[in-house]
C-alpha cells in the first residue's frame, strides 16, 4: 500500500472534478439564476482540498498496484459523492441537509438517478443542469477517463481500468494502449451524446432540455429536468428518440468500437451477449403491450409507444418515466422491475448484475441438467465458439453470490429502518441495480422515507457502481495485509 502515492492521485483528480463547477456557473449567469456563488463555494472548497492532497506527496513516485487501484477507486467514488454534494446543500433553492444532498449527489454519479428533489420546473436552470452532468461524467467513469491523464503523471493506468470496467472479460482492451482505449471510448460516449443531443433538439426539446436529457440517456441516468420525467413533452417522436439511445447505450462500448472502426454492424449480430441482451428487451416489450392492450389501460397506438419506452428505460436501468407504471395492472409493475437484475451489458453504462453474468448462469445451469443425463460427457460453457474457462465461470457465481448476500443485508437493514417490504424490497433492488425508480413509496421519489434508509441506499448505488466486489474487497482482512 503506498499512502502518499494514493492521496496523491485522490488529490491530483479531486482537482480536476472541481472544474465541473464551472459550467454550471456559465449557465447560471447566461439564466441569471442566482446560483453561480454556491457553485463558486464548491469550487474552491473541491479544489482546495484537491491541492492540499497533492502538496505535500507531489515528488512521490511509485509503481501502482492492484491493491491500491481498488482503494483509489472506492475512495475516490464516495470522496466525489460528497464533495459533488456540496452545490445542493449550499443552494438556498433546494433547502436540503446533507444527507439529502449526499444522496442526490451519489444517485447522480452512480447514475442511479433516484431523487429526493421534487418541483423540479421550478429550480435555478444551473442546479438542474449540474444534476445531468453528475450522470454524464458518472456514465463514463471518472476513473475510465482520468486513466488518459495518468501517464502524464508517471502513473500506469491498466490498474484502475481494471477495477472500474465491469464483467468478465474486463481485462481485454479495446486499443494497445490504456490511454488510447481510455480516449476512443469518451470519443464514442461523446459522439453518442452529441448526436442524442441534436437528435432531441430536432424533435422540439430546447437546448437546455435537449443537453441534459442527452446527458442523462446516454449515461443510462434517467435524471430530468421536469417532475414528470419525458412525460412532460408529450411528443412520442422524443420517446422513440429516447428508447434508440437507451438501447444503444444499454449496449457494451467495446461493440460500439470496432464497429466504428471497422466500419461494420457485425459485431452486434454475433456477440452472445448482445443477442441475449435484445432478447430480454424484446421478450418484455412483448409481454407488456400484450397487457396493457388486453387490459386497456392505453390504446393499441400507446400500449406499443409507451410499453416498449417503459421495458427500455427499466432493463437498461435508466429510470425514465412517460406512465407511472406502478399502477399498471396484474405482475407486470414487478415483470418489468426484474429486467433491472440483468440490467446493461458489460462494459455499458448500465447498471444491474450484466446480461453476460445472467447468460453465462443459465447456461450453466443447462449444461448441469445435460451433465445429469450424461455424468461422464465433458461439456463447456460456451459463448459464441469459444468455451469460458472455469476460472471466469467461478468469478461468475462468486459476483451472484455476493450480490444476493448484499441484497439481502441491505433488505433487512430497510425492513429495521422502518419501511414495508414493497418498499425496502424495490428501493434496494432499484439502487444496488443503479436503476433509480422503485415501487411503493419511493415510486414516484425518494424524499420521504427516512434518513438511516437514505444512507444504506447511497452505500447501495455505491455498492452497484462499483460491481459488488471492487467495494467489498476493502471489507476484507486478507486486502489490508502487507
Given at each position: 500500500?503506498?499512502?502518499?502515492l494514493?492521496?496523491?492521485?485522490l488529490?491530483?483528480?479531486?482537482?480536476?472534478?472541481?472544474?465541473?463547477?464551472?459550467?454550471?456557473?456559465?449557465?447560471?449567469?447566461?439564466?441569471?439564476?442566482?446560483?453561480?456563488?454556491?457553485?463558486?463555494?464548491a469550487?474552491?472548497?473541491?479544489?482546495?482540498?484537491?491541492?492540499?492532497?497533492?502538496?505535500?506527496?507531489?515528488?512521490?513516485?511509485?509503481?501502482?498496484?492492484?491493491?491500491?487501484?481498488?482503494?483509489?477507486?472506492?475512495?475516490?467514488w464516495?470522496?466525489?459523492?460528497s464533495?459533488?454534494?456540496?452545490?445542493?446543500?449550499?443552494s438556498?433553492?433546494?433547502?436540503?441537509g446533507?444527507?439529502?444532498?449526499v444522496?442526490?449527489s451519489?444517485?447522480?454519479?452512480?447514475?442511479?438517478?433516484?431523487?429526493?428533489?421534487t418541483?423540479?420546473?421550478?429550480?435555478?436552470k444551473s442546479?438542474?443542469?449540474?444534476?445531468?452532468?453528475?450522470?454524464?461524467?458518472?456514465?463514463?467513469?471518472?476513473?475510465?477517463?482520468?486513466?488518459?491523464?495518468?501517464?502524464?503523471?508517471?502513473?500506469?493506468?491498466?490498474?484502475?481500468?481494471r477495477?472500474?470496467?465491469?464483467?468478465?472479460?474486463?481485462?481485454?482492451?479495446?486499443?494497445?494502449?490504456?490511454?488510447?482505449?481510455?480516449k476512443?471510448?469518451?470519443?464514442?460516449?461523446f459522439?453518442?451524446?452529441?448526436?442524442?443531443?441534436?437528435a432531441?433538439?430536432?424533435?422540439?426539446?430546447?437546448?437546455?432540455?435537449?443537453i441534459?436529457?442527452?446527458?442523462?440517456?446516454?449515461?443510462?441516468?434517467?435524471?430530468?429536468?421536469?417532475?414528470?420525467s419525458?412525460?412532460?413533452?408529450?411528443?412520442n417522436?422524443?420517446?422513440?428518440i429516447?428508447t434508440?439511445?437507451?438501447?444503444?447505450?444499454?449496449?457494451?462500448?467495446?461493440?460500439?468500437?470496432?464497429?466504428?472502426?471497422?466500419?461494420?454492424?457485425?459485431?452486434?449480430?454475433?456477440?452472445s451477449?448482445?443477442?441475449?441482451?435484445?432478447?430480454?428487451?424484446i421478450?418484455?416489450?412483448?409481454?407488456?403491450?400484450?397487457?396493457?392492450?388486453?387490459?386497456?389501460?392505453?390504446?393499441?397506438?400507446?400500449?406499443?409507444?409507451h410499453?416498449?419506452?417503459?421495458?427500455?428505460?427499466?432493463?437498461?436501468?435508466?429510470?425514465?418515466?412517460?406512465?407511472?407504471?406502478?399502477?399498471?395492472?396484474?405482475?407486470?409493475?414487478?415483470?418489468?422491475?426484474f429486467?433491472?437484475?440483468?440490467?446493461?451489458c458489460?462494459?455499458?453504462?448500465?447498471?444491474?448484475?450484466?446480461?453476460?453474468?445472467?447468460?453465462?448462469?443459465?447456461?450453466?445451469?443447462?449444461?448441469?441438467?445435460?451433465?445429469?443425463?450424461?455424468?461422464n460427457?465433458?461439456?463447456?460453457?460456451?459463448?459464441?465458439?469459444?468455451?469460458?474457462?472455469?476460472?471466469?465461470?467461478?468469478?461468475?457465481?462468486?459476483?451472484?453470490?455476493?450480490?444476493?448476500?448484499?441484497?439481502?443485508m441491505?433488505?433487512?437493514?430497510?425492513?429495521?429502518?422502518?419501511?414495508?417490504?414493497?418498499?425496502?424490497?424495490?428501493?434496494?433492488?432499484?439502487?444496488?441495480?443503479?436503476?433509480?425508480?422503485?415501487?411503493?413509496?419511493?415510486?414516484?421519489?425518494?424524499g420521504?422515507?427516512?434518513?438511516?434508509?437514505?444512507?444504506?441506499?447511497?452505500?447501495?448505488m455505491?455498492?452497484?457502481?462499483?460491481?459488488?466486489?471492487?467495494l467489498?474487497?476493502?471489507?476484507?482482512?486478507?486486502?489490508?495485509?502487507?
Amino acid at each position: 500500500m503506498h499512502p502518499q502515492l494514493i492521496a496523491r492521485i485522490l488529490g491530483t483528480l479531486l482537482a480536476v472534478f472541481s472544474l465541473t463547477m464551472l459550467p454550471p456557473m456559465v449557465v447560471s449567469h447566461l439564466y441569471n439564476d442566482g446560483s453561480i456563488d454556491i457553485f463558486l463555494q464548491a469550487f474552491i472548497i473541491t479544489l482546495g482540498t484537491g491541492f492540499s492532497l497533492w502538496l505535500p506527496t507531489r515528488r512521490y513516485r511509485s509503481d501502482l498496484r492492484t491493491r491500491d487501484g481498488f482503494l483509489i477507486t472506492a475512495m475516490f467514488w464516495f470522496v466525489l459523492g460528497s464533495f459533488g454534494s456540496l452545490p445542493f446543500y449550499f443552494s438556498s433553492a433546494l433547502n436540503v441537509g446533507i444527507t439529502d444532498a449526499v444522496f442526490e449527489s451519489m444517485s447522480g454519479l452512480t447514475t442511479t438517478g433516484a431523487t429526493v428533489l421534487t418541483g423540479l420546473d421550478s429550480l435555478p436552470k444551473s442546479l438542474l443542469y449540474y444534476r445531468q452532468q453528475l450522470q454524464w461524467f458518472g456514465g463514463i467513469g471518472i476513473i475510465v477517463i482520468a486513466v488518459a491523464i495518468l501517464p502524464m503523471l508517471g502513473i500506469g493506468g491498466m490498474q484502475l481500468y481494471r477495477a472500474e470496467t465491469p464483467g468478465p472479460v474486463k481485462d481485454n482492451k479495446l486499443t494497445p494502449r490504456i490511454t488510447e482505449t481510455a480516449k476512443s471510448l469518451f470519443v464514442i460516449y461523446f459522439s453518442l451524446t452529441a448526436t442524442c443531443a441534436f437528435a432531441y433538439w430536432a424533435a422540439g426539446m430546447s437546448v437546455f432540455d435537449a443537453i441534459c436529457h442527452a446527458y442523462s440517456t446516454v449515461a443510462i441516468g434517467g435524471f430530468s429536468t421536469h417532475d414528470a420525467s419525458l412525460g412532460f413533452f408529450d411528443n412520442n417522436l422524443i420517446v422513440l428518440i429516447a428508447t434508440f439511445f437507451m438501447l444503444a447505450s444499454g449496449i457494451n462500448f467495446a461493440l460500439h468500437f470496432f464497429a466504428w472502426r471497422n466500419k461494420t454492424l457485425r459485431h452486434y449480430l454475433h456477440d452472445s451477449e448482445a443477442k441475449f441482451y435484445f432478447f430480454l428487451i424484446i421478450t418484455g416489450c412483448i409481454l407488456t403491450v400484450f397487457v396493457l392492450s388486453r387490459s386497456g389501460v392505453l390504446s393499441a397506438e400507446d400500449a406499443w409507444i409507451h410499453g416498449v419506452f417503459t421495458v427500455v428505460s427499466i432493463g437498461t436501468t435508466t429510470g425514465f418515466a412517460t406512465e407511472n407504471f406502478s399502477q399498471w395492472p396484474q405482475g407486470l409493475p414487478w415483470a418489468i422491475f426484474f429486467l433491472a437484475f440483468a440490467g446493461g451489458c458489460a462494459g455499458s453504462t448500465g447498471g444491474g448484475m450484466k446480461c453476460i453474468r445472467v447468460l453465462l448462469v443459465w447456461r450453466q445451469a443447462l449444461r448441469e441438467v445435460v451433465q445429469l443425463v450424461h455424468p461422464n460427457a465433458v461439456i463447456p460453457v460456451k459463448l459464441g465458439k469459444r468455451a469460458v474457462a472455469p476460472r471466469v465461470t467461478e468469478a461468475v457465481w462468486g459476483f451472484i453470490a455476493a450480490y444476493f448476500a448484499a441484497f439481502l443485508m441491505l433488505l433487512l437493514a430497510m425492513l429495521f429502518s422502518g419501511l414495508n417490504f414493497e418498499t425496502a424490497f424495490s428501493a434496494v433492488a432499484a439502487c444496488l441495480n443503479n436503476l433509480g425508480p422503485g415501487l411503493g413509496d419511493v415510486a414516484a421519489h425518494y424524499g420521504n422515507i427516512n434518513d438511516v434508509a437514505k444512507w444504506l441506499l447511497s452505500f447501495a448505488m455505491l455498492l452497484g457502481r462499483l460491481e459488488v466486489f471492487t467495494l467489498v474487497v476493502l471489507f476484507s482482512p486478507t486486502f489490508w495485509r502487507s
